[in-house]
């Protein structure tokens, strides 16, 4: 389950990501850097991600 406060912290990431389309990366690359972008954020806002072993 996502709660809101990480769905804001992912949208806002992938929002800012997506400003900087064709300024920092190629065409095409858009979800690698939305991708990145989330993982990034939700570190800095003090989530850890990893994977739980059972999956």
């Known amino acids: 389950m996502v709660t809101n406060e990480i ?3 992912v949208r806002d990431a992938i929002r800012a990501a997506a400003l ?4 920092l ?7 690698h850097y939305q991708a990145l972008a989330a993982v990034m954020a939700l570190r800095q ?3 850890e ?3 739980r072993r059972d999956n």
């Open 45 to 47: 806002a003090g989530y």
């Open 25 to 31: 990366y190629d065409e095409g690359q858009e979800s």
């Open 20 to 23: 900087q389309s064709g300024k």
């Open 49 to 51: 991600v990893t994977k």
């Open 7 to 9: 769905y804001v912290i």
